[in-house]
């Protein structure tokens, strides 16, 4: 296996991780669309939306555009 796919089978790893504890997260306490929309500094919804848009950076950077 080469070094990219590798690294991105620990991505999808790490996503699918993070989706199961954000299930689990929602399970206990009930999901709340407005603490989604605007959470509380240091909720976990903060930590959860910041730590997914690491990995997609990662997964499929932003593109760059040349002119």
Known sequence: MDA???ESN??????IALQ?????YNEANDFSYEE??????????????KELA???NQMAP???YQS
């Not at 620990?10 to 996503?15: G, I, Q, T, V």
């Open 20 to 24: 199961k504890t954000f299930t689990a």
């Open 10 to 15: 620990e991505l999808s790893m790490k996503r």
């Open 4 to 6: 990219v796919s590798k």
């Open 62 to 64: 932003p593109l760059q």
């Open 54 to 56: 690491e990995i997609d």
């Open 36 to 49: 989604w929309v605007n959470p509380p500094a240091g909720h976990f919804y903060e930590g959860y939306k």
